[in-house]
């Protein structure tokens, strides 16, 4: 392990504090090797998104609120080529859950997400996805060669 001081503001420093009390964190060095990680992993993540891309958009609304499931329908109509599949699941009285599979490029399905995200009525939307290439297939073979 390399040692390394540095300077930091006061306030930055005991609002990270705060975090690792609350996490039950025992060491700050620890607590800071997790955030580097974590930012390192973020970045990765938000750099690799670009190209084909398959993945899943979970998307939870009050269907209560006026318009919303017509709204929701009729921004979906425009993706038909990136949507593969959803699925609706009534959750709870108020709330409907709905996933919806897509494949394709990450523009437009980031497009599609952030337009769903902006309706009164969303309570919570998430995308998660990954690569859907050629590059899979290697590491793939690879891994089946264990067996
Ligand atoms: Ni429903």
Redesign the pocket.
């Known amino acids: 392990m390399m040692r390394i001081s540095m300077s930091l503001p006061k306030k930055l420093l005991a609002d990270f504090d705060e975090v690792l009390k609350d996490r039950g964190y025992q060491s700050r060095s620890k607590g800071i090797r997790d955030a580097l990680q974590d930012y390192i992993v973020r970045y990765q993540w938000m750099n690799e998104m670009e190209g084909e891309r398959i993945g899943i958009i979970t998307i939870i609304y009050d ?1 209560h609120y006026k318009g919303v499931m017509e709204e929701l329908a009729n921004i979906q109509h425009n993706y038909t080529n990136e949507i593969t599949t959803s699925m ?4 709870t009285n108020k ?3 709905e996933i919806i599979v897509v494949n394709g490029d990450i523009n437009e399905i980031r497009e599609l997400t952030e337009r769903m995200m902006r309706l009164k009525g969303v309570e919570h939307v998430k995308l998660t996805s990954t690569a859907n290439g050629e590059e899979f297939e290697e590491p793939h073979s690879h891994t089946h060669s264990h067996f």
């Open positions: 269907h609706h699941i009534h959750m709330y409907c859950m």
